[in-house]
């Protein structure tokens, strides 16, 4: 006993000696946990603190914080709920967390969370080449996964360049494909997302939408005459500005979005298709945003018989939420591509690929589709009779599955749509503005129930009669 105390006192002693000593040393190890420098407690940091440390250039719908999510609606850290009819911009098309999606992914990440595509195959992403498939036609057979929409857009332009031996690329009006350098040069619904990143990609054609505001046309103007005068336009960019010869591919949104949520005419497509085919040009379907149910089939290109595109484009819903984002294409095409010429670090997440095999299970499951139907006609039912009742200024209110939007006419102030998005904010519910024109437009879940549909109405309508002093 005494040889412990005795020792415990020399160690005293010694330390406080050496006290000086230790506090100069950086080494963690010598200093104790008061003495090391603490981050700043991150329990609840508010709107103040994400306003001072997060990227100024994010532009943003509201100043929440959300703290979780369920099915349609979002969860705030003042306690408030959201009706979101936003989906994370068409990403949860199955609504927040849904139980089913979230197991597979839980289950995934026990088992392997990361296999690097250029390392291995890995079971997920085979088992989820097999089961999509099942929902393309056969000619469309060969993938190549990726993580976001800009990523996937930029793996189909070169897919085109490195398949045809062709430099340029078109696109068309009012059409949203990215923020990256090569598709925000693709992108001409807005200039916000290049202005100031110039210069863009180069050798990037555009050709007019039959989209009767974009064209400056009435909204009565018929849909054989803008598709002709459009198909037109195709020809002439090709004898006037660029060569087929040097022409890779024409991509399409088969639904614009940004651009107004604009369904494009079977005609259009049809009449693109032909003439890319006689120029040995590759017909592209951007369907990031339309795909996996948004536009009422699984691709928005199903909804025309027997009109498959060469590549077709798909993120966003694809995962539900988790980044997952690819190509497919037919093989012939995509074996021009050498080995070591694709890849990417996180390309086909394991995780997001089981996520996606659980999105097809609850499309089989649960009659997605039949609700989009339903809550797609329900929606746009009522918003006419919302216009009807308060005689409102609106061009046009148009249904694509749901992908629903309300055009107000070209009379009323700058910044109408986004009056309207904010009124409703006011009332918790989600929606967005979009295009250069005064559109609204509405992305709820495509498994949104019929009740949440109603109480969606019944605040958009206090929203609308707030702005036009109904």
């Known amino acids: 006993v005494y040889f412990f105390f005795a020792s415990s006192a020399v160690i005293a002693v010694m330390l406080r000696r050496a006290a000086p000593i230790l506090s100069r040393t950086t080494s963690p190890f010598f200093q104790s946990a008061a003495q090391l420098k603490q981050p700043p407690t991150l329990d609840a940091p508010s709107v103040d603190f994400g306003r001072q440390h997060v990227c100024n250039g994010i532009g943003r719908l509201s100043e929440m914080v959300v703290t979780h999510a369920e099915g349609s609606w979002l969860y705030s850290d003042d306690g408030q709920e959201y009706l979101d009819w936003t989906t994370g911009i068409g990403v949860c098309n199955l609504g927040h967390c849904h139980p089913k999606i979230v197991k597979a992914a839980q289950e995934q990440m026990a088992k392997v969370m990361h296999a690097q595509v250029n390392i291995s195959y890995h079971q997920p992403m085979l088992q989820l080449i097999q089961r999509m498939q099942k929902h393309l036609p056969s000619e469309l057979d060969t993938f190549f996964f990726w993580n976001s929409g800009a990523e996937a857009v930029e793996a189909a332009v070169k897919l085109a360049r490195q398949a045809t031996g062709r430099p340029a690329v078109c696109v068309v009006q009012g059409s949203y494909h990215g923020r990256t350098i090569g598709t925000m040069s693709m992108t001409t619904s807005k200039t916000i997302y290049s202005a100031g990143f110039h210069p863009l990609m180069p ?18 103007t018929s849909e054989k005459e803008m598709v002709e005068y459009c198909l037109q336009a195709f020809t002439d960019l090709l004898d006037q500005s660029v060569a087929p010869s040097d022409l890779s591919c024409v991509i399409v949104e088969g639904v614009l979005g940004e651009g107004g949520y604009i369904a494009a005419p079977e005609s259009y497509l049809r009449g693109i298709q032909e003439i890319c085919k006689k120029h040995g040009i590759l017909f592209v379907i951007d369907d990031v945003q339309a795909g996996f149910g948004r536009a009422g089939k699984m691709f928005s290109f199903q909804r025309f018989e027997d009109l498959t595109p060469d ?15 690819g190509i497919v294409s037919r093989k012939e095409l995509m074996d021009k591509q050498p080995p070591g010429s694709m890849g990417g670090t996180y390309a086909g997440n394991a995780v997001a690929c089981a996520a996606a095999l659980a999105v097809l299970d609850v499309f089989e499951e649960e009659n997605v589709l039949e609700n989009v139907a339903q809550r797609s006609v329900q929606l746009k039912s009522g918003l006419q009779d919302i216009a009807a009742k308060y005689d409102l200024p609106v061009e046009d209110i148009r249904a694509t599955g749901l992908m629903v939007a309300i055009e107000f006419k070209g009379s009323v102030p700058k910044g109408t749509a986004g009056a309207v998005s904010k009124a409703a904010l006011k009332r918790n519910l989600l929606v967005l503005p979009c295009s250069k024109f005064e559109v609204l437009r509405f992305i709820p879940a495509l498994n949104i129930s019929e009740q949440d549909m109603k109480v969606g109405l019944e605040r958009i309508e206090g929203a609308l009669a707030e702005v036009f002093g109904k």
């Open 203 to 220: 050798a990037v054609f555009t050709i007019p939408f039959p989209y009767a505001t974009q064209l400056h046309h009435t909204i009565k």
């Open 311 to 325: 590549v077709l484009i798909f993120a966003k819903g694809v995962a539900n939420g988790l980044p997952l984002s």
